[in-house]
């Protein structure tokens, strides 16, 4: 199995910053990502930010510019850093990392059981 983790969501301002942080364990025999994802209530869950094993990063247009993913796939660890928080960016922000398990033939979306980020006016 694997286990993902997250910390570091909370309550901002509007305008402020918060860094999430997460870490894999577990079975893991090669990685291809990591990244975060989003759901605010009523809403389908959504990609923030992508890091892949070959060092590539992806973003979301709603977070460019304010957002910064960075991490090491090797060590199985990613942050989030993100400034500027508005309203919007209230979620349950997930962790999920593209692995294969030693024995498996295929990769695998792994998910953390979020961390709610609430921004206040």
């Known amino acids: 199995q694997v286990q993902l983790v997250e910390s570091g969501g909370g309550l901002v301002q509007a305008g402020g910053s918060l860094r999430l942080s997460c870490a894999a364990s577990g079975s893991i025999a090669s990685v291809r990502s990591m990244g975060w994802y989003r759901q605010a209530p009523g809403k389908q869950r959504e990609l923030v930010a992508m890091?892949?094993?070959?060092?590539?990063?992806n973003y979301a247009d709603s977070v460019k510019g304010r957002f910064t993913i960075s991490g090491d796939i090797r060590e199985n660890t990613v942050y989030l850093q993100m400034n500027s928080l508005n309203h919007e960016d209230t979620a349950v922000y997930y962790c999920a990392q593209e692995a294969k398990q030693f024995g498996a033939f295929i990769y695998r979306l792994y998910w953390g059981q979020g961390t709610q980020v609430t921004v206040t006016s």
């Open positions: 890091i892949t094993s070959g060092g590539g990063t």
